[in-house]
């Protein structure tokens, strides 16, 4: 899809399509109570140890490091912690309930959000979009209400007109409980209010969201990605106590890899690959969860980094690719 006004973003010395996708995580992992998450300084050396090469986290994430301090203050610390350690911050997740829309003036609070992202460093702002109490649970009922997608779609082209203002990528990400949480009412909000993904298939893998021409659109239009493994009709969050035998035996690593394909030809706008795998359901040493997906996650930025240079790299089954080695 033609990106609009999303930039890819990456090394800016280097032309577009050799800007090299980087693996990040998202700030939900790293909310557990946990020796590596005890001070900043741990936090950071376990992810630069890992093998990450930033941070998906809004300023929430910091401001426990730094009670008491304004959010510019936590802005500013955070990005030099994050320069201490080699680690930028690409980006931040925003959440936005459908009662905020609703308000009067209601998007200069999400400004502010967003210059937050930028005093952090970020280049994207990536949001999920509250859907309605009223159609929220019902099986995607809401894909037939035409003048609630239409509302949707206003408050997604307010959204997206802000964060390209500011000069940030703009991302609505795939998820249950949003207004993407359809297949069908998602491709009939890319219809009303085009703009690029943020693609969390998890989300789709779980409830059996596998074909077809609106799985298929949202992955086309995927700039972005959450990965986390999920169990075709079962734990959104899925453990692997052993990826690279789960990854031999076509297990949910190479489901994920598999099924992400279509999403990630051409490469990904935001050239991030952000884990999450919880803490949820079965997941709840997550930390240690994503480090040892962080090969995965790299596997993905290659298969992606050679797309956007157009080479299709042959990876039909696990033998083709080996990311643990």
Known sequence: MPLGYNTVLGDPKLAPENRSHRV???????????????????LLGHLAS???EGVEFFINTFERYFPGESQP???????????????????????????????????????????????????????QISVHPDHGETGGAYRQDERYLQWCAQRVVELRSAAWGLGLNFYNEVHVGRITEDPGACARLLELATCELNGDMSHFIARGFMHGPYVEKVLDYMGHTHVRMARQYGDLSAGVDDPA????????????????????????????????TGPMHLVTDTLTQDAALVPLYRAMARYADASAQGIELKVDSPADLRPWG
């Not at 990005?79 to 200069?108: C, Q, V, Y």
């Not at 035996?249 to 990630?264: C, D, E, I, S, Y």
Request: hydrophobic share 40%; charged share 25%; proline share 3%.
């Open 24 to 42: 990040a995580i998202c700030g939900w992992p790293c909310s557990i109570e946990d020796p590596r998450t005890a001070t900043l300084d741990a």
């Open 50 to 52: 890992a093998g990450y």
């Open 73 to 127: 203050t936590v802005a500013r610390k955070a990005r030099n912690a994050l320069d201490k350690f080699g680690l930028r911050l690409f980006g931040s997740t925003l959440h936005i309930p459908d009662e905020d829309m609703r308000a009067l003036n209601w998007i200069d609070k999400y400004i502010d959000e967003m210059k937050i992202v930028q005093d952090m460093g970020g280049e994207y702002a990536s949001y």
């Open 245 to 276: 035998a789960d990854w031999d035996a076509a297990g949910v690593t190479w489901q994920m890899f598999a099924f992400m394909k279509r999403g990630l030809r051409g490469g990904l706008s935001s050239r991030t690959i952000a884990g999450e």
